[in-house]
């Protein structure tokens, strides 16, 4: 079991990483262009906002469904990166068909990769989530103004 743990933390750590840092450029990126464009009250604006958040954090859970086919690879877990990386989705979407099995040495990164990806997950919703709110705030004071 600790072997599993300590295989995986570089694969966890990375992607911590990274979803911190795509956080990080989508509320700066969502905040800096909402105040360019507040003066606008255009529906193109909220929806091209709401689809670069959701298409980036789309995009980091991707990356990071790569980062853990990549350790499955290097494990010698697959002999081609498309299975390691239908494996990987499996996992960190916590689908879990089983149709495809890890050897009983690393077949805890599995439920490992599934944590992780229930953590990411979660991540990208509250990010998404903040976008929206922050949709509905604007329009709300854009009602009580008039």
Known sequence: MLHNVLAAAPAMVLCLLLQGVVVAICLRRYARFRRNVKSQDLLWVDVLLLITVMLLTLLCNFAQRAIWAALFMFLGEFSDFTTALYHSAVNFITLGYGDIVMS???????????????????????????????????????????
């Open 104 to 146: 009983r040495q690393w077949r805890m990164l599995g439920p490992i990769e599934a944590a992780n990806g229930i953590l990411m997950f979660g991540v990208s919703t509250s990010v998404m989530t903040a976008a929206v709110m922050d949709v509905i705030k604007y329009h709300h004071a854009q009602l009580q103004q008039e």
